[in-house]
């Protein structure tokens, strides 16, 4: 579920998001190399099927997720957390990784969860579209 290859759940859930990248370079220049037509369209287009339904899942910010939401809030954000990772924008992967992480069986900690979307996600995501928008012009 993300990290580097040789990283525990436990040792990718202590990374700290403000240590990485906004978007990792390497990546970056891989991609402007592929020279992907639209790839930021794409990244939009993504971003505009995903991050609405996250947010209808949330509900209120004062309200507990509720349980028939936790396991399609994961699979959201393991679907942006991979289609981030593939743009490079690292920072907002990980923090999806980690949403993900919180509200799998294995971790189970919900209200950790919520509790980093509703501080993070959206000023982490437009942290990552304005970045994203610039390293890939179209």
Not at 50 to 61: I, N, S
């Amino acid at each position: 579920m993300g990290g580097s290859n040789n990283m525990t759940p436990e040792m990718y859930l202590q990374l700290p998001s403000d240590g990485l990248p906004v978007l990792d370079n390497s990546v970056v220049e891989q991609l402007r190399a592929a020279e992907i037509p639209g790839l930021y369209s794409r990244v939009v287009q993504l971003v505009n099927e995903k991050v609405p339904r996250m947010m209808e899942l949330r509900g209120a910010p004062a309200d507990p997720l509720p349980k028939d939401s936790v396991e399609p809030f994961a699979k959201l954000a393991h679907g942006l957390k991979s289609s981030m990772s593939m743009v490079g924008a690292a920072r907002f992967s990980l923090l999806c990784g980690k949403i993900e992480y919180y509200c799998s069986e294995r971790y189970l900690d919900v209200a950790k969860a919520v509790s980093l979307f509703d501080s993070h996600f959206l000023p982490m995501l437009q942290e990552a579209l304005i970045a994203t928008q610039a390293a890939y012009p179209e």
